[in-house]
C-alpha cells in the first residue's frame, strides 16, 4: 500500500468520504405570499484533501515529520491531474436543467468556477411557493443521476431538507441542514452514505483535518412576523442559521438532530 499515488490515495477517500472542506449557504426571501427568491451558494476547497493524502502517503512510506513545501506542491498537482475536472461551462446543462425545475420556479442566475482544488457554484431561483424549492435536483454527469462509490453527492438536492407546514393562522418552515460528513456513530440525518461502523480515531483524525474549515449556513429574510425560531442569530427580519465542523460531527452521532425551525405569522 506504500506505493500507492497520492492521486489513488486522493480517489480513495474522494469515494469513501465524498470530503472536501464545503462553505454552502442556503437563503430564503420569503414573501408575505409564500412566494420569493431562494440562492445556493458552495465552495468546495479539496487542498486540505490533497495535503492530508501526502501525509498518509509518508506514513505508509515509513517517513516522519511534516512534508515539504516541494512535497504539498507536486501532490496538489497530481490531484488536479487525477481528478475529473467538473463541467465549467454551464452553459450546455442550463436548459435542460431549467426544464427539469418544478412549475414555478425559475433559474434567475448559475455561476461554477472550477479553479482546480477549489470548486465555486452560485445558483438564484425564483418561485411562486416555497414548498416548491425541495423538489429542485441538479444534474450529473451525462444528465442521469449517478450512484457514487460513497453515495450520491450531498447537494444533489439543495434544498432538499426545506419541509413547509401552512397551519392555519401560521407557517412552519424547518430544513434538515444537509450534513456532508461520513457517518461515525448511528444514522446521519440529512446526509448520504455512511453506516453504523465506528470511526477510528485515527480516521477521525484524518477526517477532522479534511474538514477543518466547514461550514453550512441558512437564512430566511421575510416581512412575516417571526413567532418562534431556533436561528443562532438575528439580524432585523433575517434569521440566521450557522453549522461548523463540531455541530456537523454532533449531528452525524445523533438519531434525530434537530435543524432550521422557524414559525411565522400570515
Known sequence: MAKRGVGAIVCLFLGLLLAGCFDVEQSLRLERDLSGQASFSMTVNLEPLADMAVRMQRGMAGKQGEPTPAELAAARKEFIASRKKSDTDFTAKRAAFEKSLPPGVKLLDSRVDDQGLKVVAHFTFSFDNVAKLSQIQFPSEGG???????????????????????????????????????????????????????????????????????????????????????????????????????????MSQQQAAEGVRARFRK
Open 144 to 250: 442521469q443521476q449517478q450512484q457514487q462509490p460513497g453515495g450520491k453527492n450531498p447537494f444533489d438536492q439543495p434544498f432538499g431538507g426545506l419541509r413547509v407546514v401552512d397551519e392555519g393562522s401560521t407557517i412552519l418552515v424547518t430544513s434538515v441542514p444537509t450534513n456532508p460528513l461520513p457517518n461515525t456513530q448511528g444514522s446521519k440525518p440529512g446526509g448520504s452514505g455512511g453506516g453504523d461502523q465506528a470511526m477510528p480515531p485515527e480516521a477521525k483524525k484524518q477526517l477532522e483535518e479534511a474538514f477543518k474549515g466547514l461550514h453550512i449556513g441558512f437564512k430566511i429574510d421575510t416581512p412575516l412576523t417571526v413567532l418562534s425560531s431556533n436561528a443562532t442569530r438575528r439580524e432585523g427580519s433575517t434569521l440566521y442559521w450557522d453549522y461548523d465542523l463540531d455541530s456537523m460531527i454532533k
